[in-house]
């Protein structure tokens, strides 16, 4: 079985700051995909990020990096000089590369931006 | 673009009635999934299709069952709806082996009165 922990309910990060959410994750297959997502009040699962579990290097898409840390289980999502649009819940989620493609999700941090 | 369409925004129903929460893609993808969101909770897996016809259970299945009929819709079925199932329930579509992210409806918020 899976199993993901988002450990911070939720954060406020001062604008311009950089902001780390912490995802811990739990599994014995040997690959796996792990993802975040973004979603803001409209409610639509925005994909920000994607580390495949054999990828060398961090994954990273513009203001997002991945802090991928398999020894320790780890997928922290980074948001560096951190904007008010970036107000919103984040989930982590991932995924077996065996068997079905369902994906298992977090509990979500709420992230709030402060001006 | 590409999207993946939920039928209602919002809905609000009674105790006892049979809802249906209709999906479509036009991603021509094979995987679709039900998820239902709860604060606290996260989103989690209430069924799944990974071709037409087929469908397979999900981590809360109990109360709910689905219908894929058409590769492009997937309709989940709440055969007599109770109150603890009012949720946000959202519906997601994806192609087999693609390492990237899953195209997300903009979810149904249902009230059951």
């Known amino acids: 079985a899976q199993k993901i922990t988002q450990t911070q309910p939720g954060m406020f990060v001062q604008e311009k700051e950089a902001v780390t959410l912490d995802c811990t994750y739990d599994?014995?297959?040997?690959?796996?995909?792990l993802f975040w997502y973004k979603q803001p009040s409209s409610g639509e699962m925005i994909f920000l990020i994607y580390?495949?579990?054999?990828?060398?290097q961090n994954a990273t898409e513009g203001r997002y990096s991945l802090n991928f840390q398999k020894a320790r289980k780890s997928a922290n999502l980074v948001i560096s000089a951190s904007l008010q649009g970036d107000s919103a819940m984040y989930f982590c989620?991932?995924?077996?590369?065996?068997?079905?493609?369902?994906?298992?999700f977090g509990t979500g941090t709420r992230l709030t931006i402060i001006p | 673009d590409v999207k993946v369409t939920q039928s209602s925004r919002y809905l609000v129903k009674r105790t006892g009635e049979k809802v249906f929460l209709e999906c479509v893609q036009d991603?021509?993808?094979?995987?679709m999934f039900w998820y239902r969101q709860d604060p606290g909770l996260g989103l989690r897996l209430i069924y799944f299709?990974?071709?037409?016809?087929?469908?397979e259970k999900g981590d809360i299945p109990e109360g709910y069952s689905v219908s894929r009929e058409k590769k492009e819709r997937f309709s989940l079925i709440l055969e007599s709806a109770s109150t603890n199932q009012t949720s946000m329930y959202l519906c997601?579509?994806?192609?087999?082996?693609?390492?990237?992210?899953?195209?997300f409806g903009s979810g149904t918020r249902l009230t059951v009165v």
């Open positions: 299709s990974y071709d037409v016809k087929m469908k």
């Open positions: 599994t014995s297959d040997p690959s796996y995909g």
């Open positions: 580390q495949g579990s054999y990828d060398q």
């Open positions: 997601a579509s994806s192609k087999p082996g693609t390492g990237r992210g899953y195209t």
């Open positions: 989620a991932m995924r077996s590369n065996f068997g079905n493609e369902k994906l298992t």
């Open positions: 991603m021509d993808h094979e995987n």
